[in-house]
């Protein structure tokens, strides 16, 4: 599946769409994947669902930490890309696998931490159970999706998005039935549940990772970007991977912690509350992943720019990567408030009684409420500190985020629900409240322009 390193990327609107649409829908397909999990899990009990989002989004804290900071060798490879320097480019690339199979090894020792962390949360010794199911599986085999990360970023750094778009579509067709079949046991699959879930997510991840594997390391790809010959470890570069990108991969562990957080502390007002709460991140994750699209597609146009010493393109970037994610954004919110009934129906549990749906349905839509008025927040705070992580403003946006979450997330929500007895309501505004700080510190970061100085690489590369 060749394609050829895009050339001169500007930041017109037809080069964010090129590199980035192919993005959003590699993301989409995570959506559909990770939607259709949530259905099925749903339609197969409430202990299921409500099982599912805290033990996925727990493992997802640990994973995104490792699996962040060797994608961020996409910000290497944008930055040698614009300079030229493409034999680099296969350096960078071994650097990240290198801290990829690390990660693989650590991630296994926290599959062990299933137990005694659900069982500190405090949920029903049902959900428990099941939680610590989902998290082992999760966390055993998510060492072949941070591996992949590392083979993505050979393509994405370069704007050559097409492969992975791709596929992520073949991942996702695989996912979906035999995650129907492996939870529900259909034709030769047994009936696992949540189990069930688990591991088709995790043969999708392997399946995602072998097919990139196969067209990174081509003759073709050694000729230019050395994927072969430059494979020792380089130590310099290495370190520079580390400190550009655990930074990186750190704000984003602690903003999906805040998150974590939130649901956690839902899950000890009831199961019912929980699982109202699980639906509403379900529907939202409709607008986050394509957005991680957007955002990754803008650190590539960024880092190709500085890497050219054009910053000029990089603010164009940005400011068109805004306008596009501004209009999808709104299609959702219109969609979340004309028709949140027909969306909470996908998630009727088969266990449930009418009138138990009816109260979570009742409260439901004004969770989707909540979501709506948060989403454009969310994507201006996403497409700020894609800027400055395409740049290496890495280390700003990981304390300033790092003091948010807990000040501005963690704290409130705490205090509110288990010294004030506060609900669910009050726990979804401080969402609300959350991303509105985020978004107003990010952006006036973007406006000081302090990154358009910055670079990943070398002097001179």
């Known amino acids: 599946m060749p394609q050829p390193t895009p050339q001169n990327p500007t930041g017109s609107y037809r080069s964010v769409i090129r590199v980035s649409l192919p993005l959003v829908i590699s993301m989409t397909t995570t959506v559909v994947m990770t939607f259709t999990d949530r259905v099925f899990l749903a339609n197969y009990s409430i202990d299921a669902i409500a099982a599912a989002l805290p033990a996925g989004i727990t493992a997802f804290v640990f994973l995104s930490f490792f699996a962040d900071t060797a994608g961020y060798c996409n910000v290497f490879v944008a930055q040698y890309t ?24 650590i991630m296994i020792g926290i599959s ?20 610590v ?72 991840w392997t399946t995602a990772t072998v097919m990139l594997g196969i067209f990174v390391f081509s003759r073709e790809n050694n000729q230019r970007f050395k994927v072969f010959d430059n494979r020792r470890l380089d ?91 501004a209009a999808y954004i709104s299609v959702l919110v ?38 709506a008025a948060y989403l454009l927040l969310d994507g201006i705070y996403m497409i700020s500190t894609a800027v400055l992580k395409g740049a290496g403003d890495t280390r700003f946006i990981m304390w300033s985020i790092g003091l948010i979450s807990f000040f501005g997330m ?26 509105c700080q985020l978004a107003a510190v990010t952006c006036w970061r973007f406006y000081q322009g302090k990154w358009k100085t910055m670079r990943v690489i070398e002097q001179g590369a």
């Open 334 to 371: 219109l969609l979340y408030l004309t028709l949140p009934l027909p969306l909470l129906e996908l998630f009727r549990p088969g266990d449930v009684s009418p009138a138990e749906f009816d109260a979570i349905r009742a409260r439901g839509v004004v969770v989707l409420r909540f979501v």
């Open 82 to 105: 614009g300079a030229g320097a493409l034999p680099r480019v296969g350096s960078a690339l071994w650097q990240a696998i290198y801290f990829a199979l690390a990660a693989w090894l």
């Open 133 to 204: 199911v989902y998290f082992k599986v999760l966390c055993i085999g998510s060492g072949v999706h941070i591996v992949g990360m590392s083979f993505s970023s050979f393509f994405t750094g370069r704007g050559a998005t097409r492969p992975v778009m791709i596929i992520y579509i073949i991942a996702m067709f695989l996912n979906v039935p035999l995650d129907y079949a492996l939870i529900n046991g259909f034709w030769i699959f047994p009936e696992l549940g949540i189990l069930g879930a688990a591991i088709a997510t995790v043969f999708s």
């Open 235 to 325: 130590v310099d570069l290495f370190r520079r991977l580390l400190r550009y990108g655990v930074p990186s991969a750190l704000q984003f562990s602690m903003d999906v912690f805040g998150f974590v957080f939130f649901i956690l502390m839902v899950g000890r007002i009831g199961k019912e509350e929980l699982a109202i709460t699980n639906i509403g991140i379900a529907l939202d994750s409709v607008s986050f992943r394509p957005l991680i699209g957007f955002a990754l597609g803008t650190s590539t146009l960024v880092g190709q720019a500085l890497g050219r010493n054009r910053p000029a393109e990089a603010v164009a970037a940005a400011r068109a990567t805004m306008v596009i994610v």
């Open 112 to 131: 062990f931490l299933g137990g005694p962390l659900f069982r500190l949360v405090g949920h029903s010794a049902e959900v428990q159970a099941l939680e």
């Open 410 to 435: 963690i704290l409130p929500i705490y205090i509110g629900i288990e010294i004030f007895q506060m609900g669910l309501y009050y726990a979804w505004g401080c969402t609300v409240f959350f991303l």
